[in-house]
C-alpha cells in the first residue's frame, strides 16, 4: 500500500522536527472556529497555517482552536500568543495573510500591523 | 456555508465545546438512493430533553459572547432545502448524535467540499480528541481512525505538522478514489 510507505517517510521527516525543537514554551495561535469563523474561512486559515508550519518545519508552535470571542464581523480571527509579549489579535485573516504572519511574525518576530485588531486586551 | 464539510467541521466543534474525547464523522454517498449523509457522533455531556428541543431555534445558545445559535438551525436549513432533514439525538452524559441528508443530486445542494482540512482540524486537537472519519460512496468505503494512525506512527504525535499536512492530502486522495461525485 503506497500510504503505509508515504506514512513511513512522514515519521521519519516529523521525527527530525521534533529533534531539533527547543522545548522553552514556544508561541501559541489560536484560531477561532466558532461558527462565524467556520463560515468565514477559518478552516482554510488554518490549513494554510499548518501547511506554513509544516513546510518550515516549525515545530515549536502549539496551534489550537477557539470557539466564538464575539467578534464575529472581524472573523477569521486569529491570535498570537507569544510568551513574555503582549498576545497580538489579528482580524479578517485570509490564507495569504496567514502565511506572513509565519514568516513575518513566528519567524522574524515582526508583526503585520496592517491586520492587527488587538494587542493585550486591548482593542484597536 | 459555502461547503457540506464546514457544516460537518461546525457540528464537530460542537461535540468539542461540548467535552467530547470521541468523535465520529460519517459521510455516505448513495447513487442509488441519490442521497448524501453526514452523521457526527460524540460522546461529550450531552443534552436534556428541553436543550434538545430548542438546539436548532437560531436565537437560543448555551453560549455567552453571543445571543444567536447559528449552526445546527444552518445545516438543518440546508438539508430541508435540499429535500433532506435533519435529526439530533442526544442524553445527558450520554453523548450526542446529529444526521443530516440531503438529495445529492438537488442543484441547491452545496459541494461537500474539502474534507481533508476537516479531518486535518479535528486532528489538530489530539489527545484530548479522537476522531474517527469514515466516508462511504456506494459500497466502497474509506476509514481514517487517528486512535490507529497514532499507534502506527509510534512516538511521532498524530498533531505534528508534517503528519497533519499528510492527513489533509491523504483523505482528499482517498475520497477521490473512492469515486465521490458530492
Given at each position: 500500500m503506497k500510504s503505509r510507505e508515504e506514512l513511513r517517510a512522514i515519521r521519519e521527516r516529523a521525527k527530525a522536527t521534533l529533534a531539533v525543537?527547543?522545548?522553552?514554551?514556544g508561541p501559541r495561535v489560536v484560531i477561532a472556529m466558532g461558527t462565524c469563523g467556520i463560515a468565514a474561512g477559518a478552516r482554510d486559515v488554518m490549513s494554510a497555517l499548518l501547511e506554513e508550519m509544516a513546510q518550515r518545519g516549525i515545530s515549536d508552535v502549539t496551534v489550537s482552536q477557539t470557539g466564538c470571542k464575539g467578534l464575529c464581523d472581524r472573523e477569521p480571527v486569529v491570535e498570537v500568543i507569544t510568551p513574555g509579549a503582549p498576545s497580538v489579535t489579528y482580524g479578517r485573516v485570509t490564507p495569504a495573510v496567514m502565511r506572513r504572519i509565519v514568516a513575518e511574525?513566528?519567524?522574524?518576530?515582526?508583526?503585520?500591523?496592517?491586520?492587527?485588531?488587538?494587542?493585550g486586551s486591548e482593542m484597536r | 456555508m459555502r461547503e457540506v464539510s464546514l457544516h460537518v467541521l461546525d457540528l464537530a466543534r460542537n461535540s468539542i465545546e461540548a467535552g467530547a474525547s470521541n468523535v465520529r464523522v460519517t459521510v455516505e454517498e448513495s447513487g442509488p438512493e441519490d442521497r448524501l449523509m453526514v452523521r457526527v457522533e460524540d460522546d461529550g455531556r450531552g443534552m436534556d430533553a428541553g436543550t434538545l428541543e430548542r438546539a436548532?431555534?437560531?436565537?437560543?445558545?448555551?453560549?455567552?459572547?453571543?445571543?444567536?445559535?447559528?449552526g445546527l438551525s444552518l445545516f438543518r436549513s440546508v438539508c430541508e432545502r435540499c429535500e433532506g432533514g435533519m435529526t439530533l439525538t442526544s442524553e445527558p452524559g450520554g453523548g450526542t448524535s446529529v444526521s443530516g441528508w440531503m438529495r445529492?443530486?438537488?442543484?441547491d445542494r452545496p459541494p461537500l467540499g474539502d474534507v481533508g482540512a476537516v479531518v486535518q482540524a479535528l486532528a489538530c486537537e489530539w489527545p484530548m480528541v479522537r476522531a474517527r472519519y469514515e466516508h462511504r460512496v456506494d459500497d466502497r468505503r474509506f476509514v481514517l481512525d487517528l486512535g490507529e494512525l497514532q499507534a502506527e506512527l509510534?512516538?511521532?504525535?498524530?498533531?505534528s505538522p508534517v503528519v497533519l499536512s499528510w492527513i489533509a492530502e491523504h483523505v482528499r486522495e482517498q475520497v477521490a478514489c473512492l469515486g465521490s461525485t458530492a
Open positions: 525543537r527547543d522545548n522553552q514554551g511574525q513566528l519567524v522574524n518576530g515582526q508583526i503585520v500591523s496592517e491586520y492587527v485588531i488587538a494587542t | 436548532s431555534d437560531p436565537f437560543f445558545t448555551t453560549r455567552t459572547t453571543r445571543r444567536q445559535g447559528m445529492l443530486s438537488h442543484l509510534g512516538d511521532v504525535p498524530v498533531s
